[in-house]
T-cell receptor
Framework: QGQLQQWGAGLLKPSETLSLTCAVNDGPFAGFHWAWVRQPPGKGLEWIGDINHFTHSGRTTYNPSLKSRVTISLDTSKSQISLLLTSVTAADTAVYFCARGRVWGYFYYMDVWGTGTTVSVTS | QSVLTQPSSVSGAPGQGVTISCSGT?????????VQWFQQIPGTAPKLLIYGSSNRPSGVPDRFSGSKSGASASLAITDLRTEDEADYYCQSWDSSLSAYVFGPGTKVTVL
């Protein structure tokens, strides 16, 4: 089924860069999209973006609302996915989840999720 | 504000059934993009319940079912159990936003 382990800095100051890593500890790494989703405290889910490891293109797709600040990358030698979000503000305070995207037609659905990493941005 | 609309809460007694609606537009569900449903118990990660609008992953009880018609989708839960108390989110692709979008979530309470 696959287990996703996440880690990264949980406390940031405004203008710093958020950096999170997600490791696939069990199950295949290739053949999927790998996505990041976040959830502000008490609020709903927001898709951040994904990287295509289905066609091995490494193509990234980002939420337009975050595109200028987001970078998602892969380390295939370690089966890891990374998220960078620059110039953070308090509005970026959220729980960040990585998720596996299983291809369905032209799109994918997120069938396995990491446990989440809480990130707080405060001065 | 989400482009997908869900009721903020629904409730039912144990053993009864509830239905959660997810209303979209012509740029998402109405454009025939599939809908996924997720269950989230507070403090935990979302869990996939339905994919491709009406398909259940292995291990999800058949008490959960999904359907789609026009620009709307629904998640039905039958034989409610206390463990079904959670937040439920619909999700689809939006061609205007060029993004995967989630509904605002519906809290299910078992009375």
């Amino acid at each position: 089924q696959g287990q996703l382990q996440q880690w990264g800095a949980g406390l940031l100051k405004p203008s710093e860069t958020l950096s999170l890593t997600c490791a696939v500890n069990d199950g295949p790494f290739a053949g999927f999209h790998w996505a990041w989703v976040r959830q502000p405290p008490g609020k709903g889910l927001e898709w951040i973006g994904d990287i295509n490891h289905f066609t091995h293109s490494g193509r990234t797709t980002y939420n337009p609302s975050l595109k200028s600040r987001v970078t998602i990358s892969l380390d295939t030698s370690k089966s890891q996915i990374s998220l960078l979000l620059t110039s953070v503000t308090a509005a970026d305070t959220a729980v960040y989840f990585c998720a596996r995207g299983r291809v369905w037609g032209y799109f994918y659905y997120m069938d396995v999720w990491g446990t989440g990493t809480t990130v707080s941005v405060t001065s | 504000q989400s482009v997908l609309t869900q009721p903020s809460s629904v409730s039912g007694a144990p053993g009864q059934g509830v239905t959660i609606s997810c209303s979209g537009t012509s740029s998402n569900i109405g454009a025939n993009f599939d809908v996924q449903w997720f269950q989230q118990i507070p403090g935990t990660a979302p869990k996939l319940l339905i994919y491709g609008s009406s398909n259940r992953p292995s291990g999800v009880p058949d008490r959960f079912s999904g359907s789609k018609s026009g620009a709307s989708a629904s998640l039905a839960i039958t034989d409610l159990r206390t463990e079904d108390e959670a937040d439920y989110y619909c999700q689809s692709w939006d061609s205007s936003l060029s993004a995967y979008v989630f509904g605002p979530g519906t809290k299910v309470t078992v009375l």
